[in-house]
C-alpha cells in the first residue's frame, strides 16, 4: 500500500539535499512524520496547505517503512499513518508536482 506525504518545494528541496528530514515544522513539533492514505490525501491538502502553491506529494510503501509506522486515530477518528523517525530519500517511491488549480490541489490520476 502507498502512502502519501505533501511537501512545500522547500522542505523537498532539503530532503534531496540531506537524503532525510525530520519532517515539516508540524512534523518536528508532533514528534512524527504525518502521513495520508490515497482518500485522506485530499483533504489533507485542503486543511493543511490551502491556496498554498509549490507543494510536492511523495508516495511511499507503507510496508517498507517497517515498525517505525504506526497507524493512530486522528481527523474524525480516521486512522493515519504516523512515522515515528526520519524521512529518508531512499524510501520515495516516487514524488510529483501537486499545483494549484482552480477547485484546489491537482492530485496525479494514479494515486491509489
Known amino acids: 500500500m502507498l502512502i502519501y506525504k505533501i511537501l512545500r518545494s522547500d522542505e523537498w528541496a532539503a530532503l534531496n539535499a540531506a537524503s532525510q528530514t525530520a519532517g515539516a ?24 496547505f490551502a491556496d498554498e502553491d509549490g ?11 517497517g515498525e517505525d509506522l504506526k497507524w493512530e486515530p486522528s481527523r474524525g477518528g480516521a486512522l ?6 526520519p524521512l529518508k530519500l531512499a524510501d520515495v517511491v516516487w514524488s510529483r508536482p501537486l499545483p ?12 491509489t
Open 25 to 48: 515544522p508540524v512534523d518536528v513539533a508532533d514528534g512524527y512524520i504525518h502521513f495520508s492514505t490515497a482518500e485522506q490525501a485530499r483533504e489533507t491538502a485542503a486543511k493543511h
Open 55 to 65: 507543494l510536492y506529494v511523495l508516495a511511499f510503501d507503507a510496508d517498507a517503512l
Open 80 to 85: 493515519f499513518p504516523h512515522l515515528y523517525g
Open 100 to 111: 494549484l488549480g482552480l477547485g484546489g490541489h491537482v492530485f496525479p490520476d494514479d494515486m
